[in-house]
């Protein structure tokens, strides 16, 4: 017999399927959060049968499981941890772990593709084409590669995880990797996906209103309060505002705050990691603690929210040598331009800003971070010439 436990996304549950396919009948295999591994390998080495193969994906045991589990490994227990998470790498030093980020290629792993890697190498599974396919989605969804190739198929096979049962999910991505060559959407589920796709597409255009901009370290961030697609809403709201270091996302019911960067210049681990809690470069996320509960929520609170650039204009239109007009809040106009010897200058109601600029871009951010000005419609920049001519 074999037992997995895995961890309870899409990674996890691709070792869940690939173990399925390997060992039938002869695999028992239960998913769990990061915090409730623990208890689920306590209660293998006390209750179940010593002969069962443990085999533990996408997940770290802590320090008190790891010295029994090498203790039931010594006494000629059979236990393999397999995982990619830059924090397991120790479990190397033993016989029986196996943590590896980086394959020989410099790709980087997901523990669904270290599991087939493995079964394929003990000869546990046939090989195939379609198993191949669904695993290297896995992977680039698990590594955020799908984003850099744009890969559609990786993010829309993690949004059917999430709109079935992972029992349904097993069973469907089963059959299929049974039956067919290549790995496919069916037709109902290219439906619900559709749908699903629409429904967030309306949720992030509803929440790009309601930016808030703050400063805090010398780094910019925009506010936004929300309970789902936090992924999606990060990655398109630091598209749609780029002047932006970072994207803070809080979810206020369940007392959590979220950090997202699409920047290389900002590592939002760190940001999480002044309020106790932690993450990835891109990627980080903390509690809702009192001072994070200050710093962005009661301090932001009476900001009007960010306006988005007008985005039907024919005429002002950015980095034109013509020049673009910006106006904020209170209704002052910014006028961008570039000089004869190609430095961008800005005028604030006419009068000229000290300041030069080498790209139209660091004159739009500086105009967004210290005055949240906006692109100004078409009306108001006909307006403005008009009255810039009257004055000669
Ligand atoms: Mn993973």
């Not at 069916?186 to 619900?192: A, S, V």
């Not at 306006?307 to 002052?332: C, H, I, P, V, W």
């Amino acid at each position: 017999m074999y037992k997995l436990l895995s961890h309870n996304d899409l990674d996890g549950v691709g070792c869940g399927i690939l173990a399925k396919l390997a060992f039938g009948k002869q695999v028992k295999v239960r998913y769990n959060s990061i915090g409730s591994l623990d208890r689920e390998v306590k209660w293998f080495l006390e209750n179940d049968n010593k002969d069962t193969f443990l085999l533990i994906t996408d997940l770290s045991v802590n320090e008190e499981s790891e010295q029994k589990l090498d203790r039931f490994h010594r006494e000629g227990g059979n236990v393999q941890l397999l995982d990619h998470h830059k924090t397991g790498l120790h479990f190397n030093e033993y016989e029986w772990g196996s943590v590896i980020v980086e394959d020989e290629e410099g790709r980087l792993t997901a523990a669904t593709s270290l599991l087939y890697d493995y079964l394929l190498e003990h000869n546990l599974i046939e090989p195939s084409k379609a198993i191949a396919e669904f695993v290297e989605l896995v992977r680039q969804y698990d590594t955020w590669e799908w984003e850099r190739n744009d890969n559609q198929e990786a993010h829309r096979l993690n949004a059917l995880f999430f709109l079935v049962t992972i029992e349904e999910f097993e069973e469907k991505m089963m059959d299929r990797l049974l039956s067919s060559d290549h790995f496919y959407f069916d037709d109902f589920e290219k439906k619900i996906l559709d749908m699903e796709d629409n429904k967030i597409e309306r949720y992030i255009r509803r929440k790009r209103r309601q930016l808030v901009q703050t400063k805090m370290d010398g780094k910019f961030s925009g506010i936004v309060y929300a309970e789902m697609y936090h992924s999606e809403l990060g990655n398109e709201l630091n598209k749609e505002y780029p002047h932006l270091d970072y994207i803070v996302i809080l979810d206020i019911g369940a007392k959590r705050v979220g950090f997202r960067t699409i920047h290389d210049h900002t590592d939002v681990s760190e940001v999480a990691g002044k309020f106790g809690g932690g993450g990835h470069a891109k990627a980080s996320g903390c509690s809702l603690t009192e001072d994070a509960y200050k710093q962005f929520v009661a301090e932001t609170f009476n900001l009007e929210p960010l306006r988005e650039d007008a985005k039907r204009n024919r005429y002002n239109l950015k980095e034109t040598s013509f020049g673009s007009l910006y106006k904020n809040q209170m209704e002052d106009l910014f006028f961008l331009y570039p000089t004869n010897d190609s430095e961008w200058v800005i005028e604030r109601n006419n009068i000229k800003l000290s300041q030069k600029f080498p790209t139209f871009v660091e004159g739009e951010n500086f105009l967004k971070r210290n005055y949240t000005t906006w692109l100004a419609r078409d009306e108001t920049f006909v307006n403005y010439l008009k009255e810039k001519v009257k004055k000669g």
